[in-house]
């Protein structure tokens, strides 16, 4: 059986804006300036999340640990670490 985790999160990020798309709403993202994040229908400044997903079957999920990567008020890394059970 096949079962979804969270592959990697990004928490505390701020929208930026953008006169294009940078980040779309599908398994892909597009370059973009360095701490920009933006994508439709978000408004410049909201706090937000981004998530990947991963599919694995029931063996391989007892070692599965998500990357957490966490952001400053400029889109900066400032940490990153792993979280089990995500």
């Given at each position: 059986m096949?079962r979804?985790?969270?592959?990697?999160?990004v928490?505390h990020?701020?929208?930026?804006?953008?006169?294009?798309q940078?980040?779309r709403l599908?398994?892909?993202?597009?370059?973009?300036t360095?701490?920009q994040?933006s994508?439709?229908?978000?408004?410049?400044?909201?706090?937000?999340?981004?998530l990947?997903?991963r599919l694995s079957?029931?063996?391989?999920t007892?070692s599965?640990?998500?990357?957490?990567?966490m952001l400053?008020g400029?889109n900066?890394?400032?940490g990153?670490?792993e979280?089990?059970g995500?």
């Amino acid at each position: 059986m096949m079962r979804r985790f969270v592959r990697a999160v990004v928490r505390h990020a701020t929208a930026t804006p953008s006169e294009g798309q940078t980040l779309r709403l599908d398994p892909h993202a597009e370059p973009g300036t360095p701490g920009q994040v933006s994508a439709p229908g978000i408004r410049p400044g909201a706090p937000i999340t981004i998530l990947s997903w991963r599919l694995s079957h029931d063996g391989q999920t007892l070692s599965h640990w998500a990357t957490v990567v966490m952001l400053d008020g400029e889109n900066r890394v400032v940490g990153v670490g792993e979280s089990a059970g995500t």
